[in-house]
């Protein structure tokens, strides 16, 4: 067996043709992610879908899951296409109609939210986590002080806009894919397989789109093709003119929750520390941070 890809979350082996993943057991999200993994890509092959690997087998024991390797390569971000942009929403439309009538054989997702003061809630606990932490360079100082001085009150302006503007509103519910974005996608020609749903869950339907569009990876794809996504996905994903204002709405809140998550280094045990690392940590939140105008 050959380690192809090792991350914080997990150890990926190619054995011939097949796709080893040990997932590990982290503690800051003790929710099944290798079971949730398989049962997702299981539920959507079952329903047909073959822009997924095919499901071999999973061992809670061993926290193992098998998949068939597939073939492709990550799309480099200035290699995006108007045809990859389609390929997702195709996708995403895929997922939301075969589940509608399933919803209560999946969880909730990581920091779903089923009402609006949900989106509120999640931020404020990441937040949270970064407020009391030991300054252990100047990168830690910067992150800090960006924290305290930018994003705090950006964070308290935009949550009062958000909130205003959606006082009533009455969250649709669907199935999330997680952490979905091109980073998770490989494309082999015209064939694009999707993967990587530890994360999958119900969660408000009008989630995941500005979060797709707002990930790092697509941070320098250009305005046109996000601008394209969301069109998309309004137009097929969303069912009612309130979940497209909604989606309007809450860019910004979105674009600051990104931010946070780039401070992830502040927090003492966080499995990154280097210099270079926290650097460009910084540069990406002052990127998100600029969007927020
Ligand atoms: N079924 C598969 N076929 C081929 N390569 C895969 C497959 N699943 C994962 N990989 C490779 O392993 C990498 C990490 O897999 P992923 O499921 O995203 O795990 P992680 O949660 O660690 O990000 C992918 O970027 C891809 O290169
Ligand atoms: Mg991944």
Avoid at 77 to 97: G, H, K, P, R, W
Avoid at 232 to 242: A, H, Q, V
Wanted: charged share 30%; net charge positive; proline share 3%.
């Amino acid at each position: 067996m050959e380690l192809i890809s090792k991350s914080g979350n997990n150890k990926i082996y190619k054995d011939g043709d097949v796709i080893v993943k040990h997932y590990s057991s982290f503690s800051s999200t003790p929710c099944d992610r290798g079971k949730n993994d398989f049962n997702f890509i299981k539920y959507f092959w079952e329903k047909g879908c073959r822009n997924i690997p095919k499901p071999i087998s999973y061992d809670e024991e061993t926290n193992i899951g098998r998949y068939s390797f597939e073939e492709g390569k990550i799309i480099p971000v200035n290699n995006i296409t108007s045809q990859d942009i389609n390929a997702t929403i195709d996708f995403l439309e895929f997922i939301t109609i075969n589940s509608q009538n399933d919803l209560d054989k999946f969880n909730y997702g990581k920091e779903s939210c089923i009402t609006t003061q949900d989106y509120i809630n999640n931020m404020v606990q990441r937040i949270n986590k970064l407020t009391n932490v030991h300054i252990r360079d100047k990168y830690d100082r910067k992150g800090k002080k960006i924290l305290k001085k930018k994003l705090l009150p950006l964070f308290v302006r935009e949550k009062d806009k958000f909130l205003n503007k959606n006082k009533n509103s009455k969250l649709k519910l669907s199935l999330n894919p997680g952490d979905f974005g091109f980073h998770n996608i490989l494309k082999d020609g015209d064939k694009y397989i999707f993967f990587d749903f530890e994360y999958a869950g119900k969660d408000d339907i009008v989630k995941q789109g500005p979060y797709f569009v707002t990930h790092p990876y697509v941070m320098e794809m250009n305005e046109a093709l996000k601008n394209e996504f969301t069109q998309l996905y309004k137009n097929r994903i969303l069912t009612s003119k309130g979940e497209r204002n909604r989606l309007d709405s809450i860019e910004g809140l979105v674009n600051l929750h990104w931010g946070i998550i780039q401070l992830n280094f502040l927090i003492p045990d966080f499995m990154h520390q280097s210099t270079d690392f926290k650097k460009g940590r910084l540069q990406t939140l002052n990127k998100y941070l600029d969007k927020v105008k």
